[in-house]
T-cell receptor, first 115, second 111 residues
Framework: DSGVTQTPKHLITATGQRVTLRCSPR?????VYWYQQSLDQGLQFLIQ???????AKGNILERFSAQQFPDLHSELNLSSLELGDSALYFC??????????????FGPGTRLTVL | DQQVKQNSPPLSVQEGRISILNCDYT??????FLWYKKYPAEGPTFLIS?????DKNEDGRFTVFLNKSAKHLSLHIVPSQPGDSAVYFC??????????FGPGTRLSVLP
């Protein structure tokens, strides 16, 4: 158990809909990262938050947005969903106090299926 | 442009033998590297890391070797166990930027 929790575990929805994925980082970690893993693909970095502020942005679509709250949990919002958005979405956390990349600990993921 | 490559096809190894997983990177600025293991339907689990000031790091059955001039790192698992069957990701990072993950290599350890 990495200490990172994600809810829900599974999500099935229809095209055009909007969903919210939630992540709680490990105790003491200030950075949260979101990744997308499509079928048999690697991990695509979406976005990073550090202590409530956006720190880095990767290949995140404009239809997607995220935020980190004062209690450090984070939410990833996916809107106008398309079939191609079906994937595993992972959250990871790290201490993140330095600009040096530090070890990230991953949650179990949310499997999103768009029908 | 794939900065971190894991071009190995799925690897099958007999239990007790050595498993060697390879990773190549293109950005010579990368100075910190991680290996993760991932089981189906679970999140990646951190295995071992190495910084560019070292060329080897060991943790139990896992050893990572770094060849900076070749921009290559490898993960050795000795002895391999059936529970090691998983997808292995390498990741590379540099100060001020996030890690870049490779596409993963599937390892099967046969009993």
């Amino acid at each position: 158990d990495s200490g990172v929790t994600q809810t829900p575990k599974h999500l099935i929805t229809a095209t055009g809909q909007r969903v919210t994925l939630r992540c709680s980082p490990r105790s003491g970690d200030l950075s949260v990262y979101w990744y997308q893993q499509s079928l048999d693909q690697g991990l695509q970095f979406l976005i990073q938050y550090y202590n409530g502020e956006e720190r880095a942005k990767g290949n995140i679509l404009e239809r997607f947005s995220a935020q980190q709250f004062p209690d450090l949990h984070s939410e990833l919002n996916l809107s106008s969903l398309e079939l191609g958005d079906s994937a595993l979405y992972f959250c990871a956390s790290s201490v993140g106090t330095s600009r040096r990349p530090d070890t990230q600990y991953f949650g179990p993921g949310t499997r999103l299926t768009v029908l | 442009d794939q900065q971190v490559k894991q071009n190995s096809p799925p690897l099958s190894v007999q239990e007790g033998r050595i498993s060697i997983l390879n990773c190549d990177y293109t950005n010579s600025m990368f100075d910190y590297f991680l290996w993760y293991k991932k089981y189906p339907a679970e999140g990646p689990t951190f295995l071992i890391s190495i910084s560019s000031i070292k060329d080897k790091n060991e943790d139990g059955r896992f050893t990572v070797f770094l060849n900076k001039s070749a921009k290559h790192l490898s993960l050795h698992i000795v002895p391999s166990q059936p529970g090691d069957s998983a997808v292995y990701f390498c990741a590379a990072g540099v100060y001020g930027q996030n890690f870049v993950f490779g596409p993963g290599t599937r390892l099967s350890v046969l009993p």
